[in-house]
T-cell receptor, first 110, second 111 residues
């Protein structure tokens, strides 16, 4: 059974903190994605990685960075969390077409 | 640019039909459809490739009109389990597997 796991379901951080969101997939997929989901805005792509150490900016990369040191792991980093980064964060992976999503991390920045 | 989905929300009685549309202002390579149930992760339904093909998944089917840069998702004889939010994800010729998702259509099927 294919699986994408995310390190936390819920996370509460303070403004200015550095935040790490981890995503792991067990399907040997080349592509991995980070989205944020906000009501009425759908899923917006933050960053995308198509191979180890390779990354591309998505539509809303400002305030975020990513790391992919191993094929199965893709990390999203908020260098200095701000309240407008309060959101649901979804990780996904794919080989070609179908993206498999993780359960999401609901991040609250206070 | 984000594709436009319509309607934003729809309420059906069990057994009724619905159509969800997804329109792009740019030429598309493919359209992907996902369903997200409340509190769960989005799940892939189907992909439509350039060429106007129509696909089906149970009683859910979709079409892709290349001229109009539009895809439509058809839900026939809706079941309670169809409730959720439907997202289209558009892929463009130069986008390297990246999808741009619409804002979603909330579907509620009532008994």
């Amino acid at each position: 059974d294919v699986k994408v796991t995310q390190s936390s379901r819920y996370l509460v951080k303070r403004t200015g903190e550095k935040v790490f969101l981890e995503c792991v997939q067990d399907m040997d997929h080349e592509n991995m994605f980070w989205y944020r989901q906000d009501p009425g805005l759908g899923l917006r792509l933050i960053y995308f990685s198509y191979d180890v150490k390779m990354k591309e900016k998505g539509d809303i990369p400002e305030g975020y960075s990513v790391s992919r040191e191993k094929k199965e792991r893709f990390s999203l980093i908020l260098e200095s969390a701000s309240t407008n980064q309060t959101s649901m964060y979804l990780c996904a992976s794919s080989k070609r077409d179908e993206q498999y999503f993780g359960p999401g991390t609901r991040l609250t920045v206070t | 640019q984000q594709p436009v989905q319509s309607p934003q929300a729809v309420i059906l009685r069990e057994g009724e039909d619905a159509v969800i549309n997804c329109s792009s202002s740019k030429a598309l390579y493919s359209v992907h459809w996902y369903r997200q149930k409340h509190g769960e992760a989005p799940v892939f339904l189907m992909i439509l490739l350039k060429g106007g093909e129509q696909k089906g998944h149970d009683k859910i089917s979709a079409s892709f009109n290349e001229k109009k840069q539009q895809s439509s998702l058809y839900l026939t004889a809706s079941q309670l389990s169809y409730s959720g939010t439907y997202f289209c994800g558009t892929e463009y010729p130069d986008s390297s597997y990246k999808l741009i998702f619409g804002s979603g259509t909330r579907l509620l099927v009532r008994p």
